[in-house]
């Protein structure tokens, strides 16, 4: 799990990187919660779903917004954030060429950034929102989604309720030509404690699923 660096809107930003053996292998970025609340690319949950996707053949990356551990410049209320997520995937692509299918993924805050990409890059086709802060942000931009998805939030989540996330599937359910699943793990708060496992079994088995149809269809 290699150390990198790479160039940003305000400077350097730190990342970890994994690189999958398979030629052409998906690519994925990972986004981590809120900086001005402890967030960075080691928290637990962004952990997780960074060994949930290498473990199913992606090259996957994550890193620190600006301002964050080492990475360079200021906390700018998502829009810098946003560029900033915009430059790890140009890098990640920079290193794969030839990768076969592009994903984003986050985790509340990095949910909300991670969507927002993906209005913004088309060749993203498929995104993971782990506890997406639907009761705190705006999500109407997501209109239409233009790809299909998984959300996952803990029904005892003490920051966002389930309810607003569970309004936000059933809004993105009823779009055309995209199919959004929304799972709920049980006894799950807002950080997922002692429901890591759970977790990542549920995003392995979407990936494989998913993944498994992109082929397919390709």
């Known amino acids: ?24 292998a998906p690519i994925a970025v990972i986004l981590h919660p809120h900086p001005q609340h402890g967030g960075t690319m080691n928290n637990k949950v962004v952990y997780t779903l960074f060994h949930a996707f290498a473990e199913r053949g992606f090259s996957v990356l994550r890193f620190n917004f600006r301002g964050v551990g080492r990475s360079e410049g200021e906390f700018d209320q998502g829009q810098g954030e946003l560029s900033d997520a915009a430059s790890a995937l140009d890098w990640l692509q920079t290193f ?9 993924a986050g985790f509340s805050f990095g949910a909300w950034i991670a969507m927002q990409l993906l209005m913004r890059r088309p060749e993203i086709e498929g995104f993971v929102s782990v506890a997406p802060p639907a009761s705190l942000f705006d999500f109407t931009f997501l209109a239409p989604c233009p790809s299909s998805g998984l959300i996952v939030h803990g029904d005892i ?19 055309r030509a995209i199919k959004v699943d929304f799972k709920t793990i049980q006894g799950a708060d807002h950080f997922f ?19 498994g149809r992109q082929k397919a269809t390709a």
């Open 96 to 104: 794969n060429a030839s990768e076969r299918s592009c994903w984003v």
């Open 157 to 175: 989540d003490q920051h966002v309720p389930l309810a607003d996330v569970n309004k936000l599937a059933d809004k993105l359910a009823l779009q």
């Open 1 to 24: 799990m290699p150390e990198v660096t790479f160039n940003g809107p305000e400077g350097r930003l730190e990342g970890r990187y994994h690189a999958s053996k398979s030629t052409g």
């Open 193 to 211: 404690n002692d429901r890591l496992d759970q977790l990542k079994a549920t995003v392995e088995g979407y990936l494989t699923t998913a993944v």
